[in-house]
């Protein structure tokens, strides 16, 4: 599949859904294409409202950079090299983990971000959603 569509979002987000629910976390887990376009955000019950837009941002992140955000941790700390980063583009970029580009033929097609549990839970559920993702293509 070379397109990101809401079809394929919505497998990539039931993989997510369910590793989410196998550590008992509830997530925001968002899914947008290539132009970091939101194609679908899926909230699980009783989820934190505030992890709608930091799910939705990490997949921001990751499709304007082209990197996992978990990659950005280390360079925008203070007096680190992108130190302030994370105020750009309208706040926008998340500098935690939680959000990764999904990639094709080494393009990137789309990226998932997820929220709402400590920032190796979010990189957990959202790895799920990548690996369904590579299965996918």
Excluded: C
Excluded at 12 to 36: N, P, R, T, Y
Excluded at 65 to 85: C, F, H
Excluded at 95 to 105: I, R, S, T
Excluded at 122 to 128: I, S
């Amino acid at each position: 599949m070379s397109e990101m569509n809401l079809n394929l979002a919505k497998e990539l987000i039931d993989a997510a859904e369910k590793e989410a629910a196998s550590i008992d976390v509830q997530m925001v887990i968002s899914i947008v294409d290539a132009g970091g376009n939101l194609i679908a955000t899926h909230r699980m019950d009783d989820a934190w409202i505030a992890s709608l837009d930091v799910a939705q941002n990490k997949a921001w992140t990751s499709v304007a950079l082209k990197m996992p955000t978990v990659d950005l941790a280390e360079a925008t700390v203070q007096n680190g090299e992108l130190y302030g980063l994370n105020t750009t583009n309208q706040g926008r970029i998340v500098v935690f983990g939680g959000g990764y580009p999904l990639e094709k033929d080494a393009k990137v097609v789309g990226a998932v971000g997820v929220s709402g549990g400590a920032v190796n839970q979010d990189m957990q559920v959202a790895q799920a959603a990548v690996k369904a993702f590579e299965e996918n293509k």
